[in-house]
């Protein structure tokens, strides 16, 4: 069965092609970075013109790629939330006009669930049940995978997403945007215990996240340090921040995995990507006996593919949408 | 020759389906903004009614702007799609000229106002003169108020005000006995008028790469830059 699938929850207008949930067969990223970085983060109305304009191109490059026409896809699965509204009203819009023209059902994908299967394209293997952490510019959820359709949110940030305080931690070091990537290079050759920043883990029992108390400290340091007339270590301070972050995600993840008997661990997001996590967490995975799985960096960041992943799953479940389906900015997993 | 015309650039869902002598049938819903969830589901049902499938069609036509940002870009996404896959040439239509085309057998000076906020409409202005033609004068715009009117007071003809800005702004333009308010059933955009529009146009069909908004206005990021 082949699906086509439809992303543009934030910046990146994506399209692709995967033939049973698990087989890419073209993956078209086109990613507006570029134009949103002269404006210090992402500008909703900018992305949603660019969208409308480069989606049908994006589609075309998709079909293309996988040496396909529209006839030979069997299914449409689209992300419609959570994301910034009107840019999900682009791909929802679009892809309900291209499921009613072909006459092929459409599929509404939620994007935190499209991150997790980007596992299932890179770990062929992997089948639910396990334990699934999302970490991205918008999201810090721990999430038990009961199955492909039936997820729980175990944990979520309560505040700033991992990667959002990444992003505004860079911005005080001066790195720019999108500071995530930049930040990680920075605090490869520092010291992550120069400064002691706080490890929020809010009560002993929660799996949720909090990251702005730390940032909050971070800024005070800085400032402080400069009313001081102290010079900062960037790659220090950096790399302490970082660690701080690390080690709140890999306390709550082996505790979650411990406390549901869970022996296989999947990340998920664009922070995934980050080396030292997955250096640290599998190092504090293996010692305890349970499997780490990871995407390929290119599934990890907002991409189509991982999106007709799940739609795959959707549908066989029943789970599949109709002519009304909307873009919905605040969906949750249910 | 039949054309599918489709308007959501005001609260006005609406689709149209006819030929050059026949408005085959009409959908407007005037209720509230959710286009993007009735719009395909109400093209999907007029085609149904009247047995007829994208392969039957000629052309799409589509309102491109002004009017709202979102509501633009739920039409032309729409429209994209259908076109990529039945290959179809779009027709761009301005949804001011298509409200001219709304009283286009009234004679004099056509003043589409759709409200554009801060204290600005978008206003294009077209001449009338009984046949059905519709004669564009102006380019679309959008304009502060003191100087629309300005641009008025030099037209010595009946002006004829309509779209969703025109009730707002009453009592700005409706300053004589020869400027009139439309009927407030003629006064909101209108597929049928798209699609006679495009019909009036079709020369300038286009594909559905090329095909875009008409905003008039850049977004509010690039103009505070």
């Given at each position: 069965?082949?699906?086509?699938?439809?992303?543009t929850s934030?910046?990146?207008?994506?399209?692709?092609?995967?033939?049973?949930?698990?087989?890419?067969?073209?993956n078209?990223?086109?990613?507006?970075i570029?134009?949103?970085?002269?404006?210090?983060?992402v500008?909703?109305?900018?992305?949603?013109?660019?969208?409308?304009?480069?989606?049908?191109i994006v589609?075309s490059?998709?079909?293309e790629?996988?040496?396909?026409?529209?006839?030979?896809?069997?299914?449409?699965?689209?992300?419609?939330?959570?994301?910034?509204?009107?840019?999900l009203?682009?791909?929802?819009?679009?892809?309900?006009?291209?499921?009613?023209?072909?006459?092929?059902?459409?599929?509404?994908?939620?994007?935190?669930?499209g991150h997790?299967?980007a596992?299932?394209?890179?770990?062929?293997?992997?089948?639910?049940?396990?334990?699934?952490?999302?970490?991205?510019?918008?999201?810090?959820?721990?999430?038990?995978?009961?199955?492909?359709?039936?997820?729980?949110?175990?944990?979520?940030?309560?505040?700033?997403?991992?990667g959002?305080?990444?992003?505004?931690?860079?911005?005080?070091?001066g790195?720019?945007?999108?500071?995530?990537?930049k930040?990680?290079?920075?605090?490869?050759?520092?010291?992550?215990?120069?400064?002691?920043?706080?490890?929020?883990?809010?009560?002993?029992d929660?799996?949720?996240?909090?990251?702005?108390?730390l940032?909050?400290?971070?800024?005070?340091?800085?400032?402080?340090?400069?009313?001081?007339?102290?010079?900062?270590?960037?790659?220090?301070?950096?790399?302490?921040?970082?660690q701080?972050?690390?080690?709140?995600?890999?306390?709550?993840?082996?505790?979650a995995?411990?406390?549901f008997?869970?022996?296989k661990v999947?990340?998920?997001?664009?922070?995934?990507?980050n080396?030292?996590?997955?250096?640290?967490?599998?190092?504090?995975?293996?010692?305890?006996?349970?499997?780490?799985?990871?995407?390929?960096?290119?599934?990890?960041?907002?991409?189509?593919?991982?999106?007709?992943?799940?739609?795959?799953?959707?549908?066989?479940?029943?789970?599949?949408?109709?002519?009304?389906?909307?873009?919905?900015?605040?969906?949750?997993i249910? | 020759?039949?054309?599918?015309?489709?308007?959501?650039a005001?609260q006005?869902?609406?689709?149209?389906?006819?030929?050059?002598?026949?408005?085959?049938?009409?959908?407007?819903i005037?209720?509230?903004?959710?286009?993007?969830?009735?719009?395909?589901?109400t093209?999907?049902?007029?085609?149904?009614?009247?047995?007829?499938?994208?392969?039957?069609?000629?052309?799409l036509?589509?309102?491109?702007?002004p009017?709202?940002?979102?509501?633009?870009?739920?039409?032309?996404?729409?429209?994209?799609?259908?076109a990529?896959v039945?290959?179809?040439p779009?027709?761009?239509?301005?949804?001011?000229?298509?409200?001219?085309?709304?009283?286009?057998?009234?004679?004099?000076i056509?003043?589409p106002?759709?409200?554009a906020?801060?204290?600005q409409?978008y206003?294009?202005l077209f001449?009338?003169?009984?046949?059905?033609?519709?004669?564009?004068?102006?380019?679309d715009?959008?304009?502060?108020l003191?100087?629309?009117?300005?641009?008025?007071n030099?037209?010595?003809?009946?002006i004829?005000?309509?779209?969703?800005?025109?009730?707002?702004?009453?009592?700005?333009?409706?300053?004589?006995?020869?400027?009139?308010?439309?009927?407030?059933y003629?006064?909101?955009?209108?597929?049928?008028?798209?699609?006679?529009?495009?019909?009036?146009?079709?020369d300038?069909a286009?594909?559905?790469?090329?095909?875009?908004?008409?905003?008039?206005?850049?977004?509010?990021?690039?103009?505070?830059?």
């Amino acid at each position: 069965m082949n699906i086509l699938g439809i992303e543009t929850s934030c910046d990146e207008t994506a399209a692709a092609i995967v033939k049973d949930g698990r087989e890419v067969l073209s993956n078209i990223i086109n990613s507006q970075i570029d134009i949103h970085t002269k404006y210090g983060g992402v500008v909703p109305e900018i992305a949603s013109r660019n969208h409308l304009m480069d989606l049908p191109i994006v589609v075309s490059q998709a079909l293309e790629e996988a040496n396909m026409t529209f006839n030979d896809i069997d299914a449409i699965a689209v992300t419609n939330g959570p994301g910034l509204v009107g840019a999900l009203l682009i791909g929802v819009s679009y892809a309900k006009g291209l499921a009613s023209t072909l006459d092929i059902p459409i599929i509404g994908v939620n994007h935190l669930e499209g991150h997790i299967s980007a596992n299932y394209i890179t770990n062929k293997e992997l089948e639910p049940p396990f334990l699934c952490l999302v970490v991205s510019g918008g999201h810090t959820n721990l999430i038990l995978v009961n199955d492909y359709t039936d997820l729980k949110v175990l944990g979520r940030s309560l505040d700033d997403a991992a990667g959002e305080a990444y992003d505004k931690i860079a911005r005080v070091i001066g790195l720019g945007y999108p500071g995530g990537p930049k930040l990680e290079k920075e605090a490869e050759s520092g010291n992550p215990k120069a400064i002691e920043f706080p490890r929020v883990l809010l009560d002993k029992d929660s799996f949720d996240f909090s990251f702005s108390g730390l940032k909050s400290s971070v800024l005070n340091y800085v400032n402080s340090s400069k009313q001081k007339g102290i010079e900062i270590n960037s790659h220090d301070l950096a790399a302490s921040f970082q660690q701080a972050i690390l080690d709140v995600l890999i306390e709550k993840t082996l505790r979650a995995a411990k406390e549901f008997n869970i022996n296989k661990v999947a990340i998920a997001g664009g922070v995934s990507a980050n080396k030292a996590l997955r250096k640290q967490l599998t190092k504090a995975l293996d010692e305890n006996d349970i499997e780490i799985y990871s995407p390929e960096f290119i599934y990890s960041t907002d991409n189509a593919a991982m999106i007709a992943a799940q739609g795959y799953y959707d549908y066989i479940n029943g789970n599949i949408s109709d002519n009304f389906l909307d873009a919905v900015p605040n969906l949750t997993i249910e | 020759m039949k054309i599918l015309a489709i308007d959501t650039a005001t609260q006005v869902a609406g689709v149209a389906l006819l030929s050059e002598n026949k408005l085959i049938s009409e959908s407007i819903i005037n209720h509230q903004l959710n286009h993007s969830k009735k719009l395909m589901n109400t093209l999907d049902q007029m085609l149904e009614n009247v047995e007829l499938k994208y392969n039957d069609l000629d052309y799409l036509s589509v309102a491109i702007g002004p009017g709202s940002f979102t509501g633009l870009r739920i039409g032309l996404a729409t429209t994209k799609a259908i076109a990529q896959v039945t290959n179809l040439p779009i027709i761009p239509v301005s949804t001011l000229e298509s409200l001219a085309y709304n009283i286009s057998y009234s004679s004099g000076i056509v003043c589409p106002l759709l409200d554009a906020r801060r204290n600005q409409v978008y206003s294009a202005l077209f001449q009338t003169n009984n046949s059905g033609k519709v004669k564009r004068l102006t380019q679309d715009s959008a304009l502060n108020l003191e100087d629309l009117k300005e641009i008025l007071n030099s037209y010595n003809q009946p002006i004829f005000f309509l779209g969703d800005g025109s009730e707002k702004f009453m009592k700005d333009f409706i300053t004589s006995e020869n400027r009139l308010l439309v009927e407030p059933y003629l006064r909101l955009c209108q597929p049928s008028s798209v699609g006679v529009c495009a019909l009036n146009h079709l020369d300038q069909a286009t594909d559905f790469i090329k095909v875009e908004p008409s905003y008039l206005r850049p977004s509010y990021a690039e103009e505070n830059k």
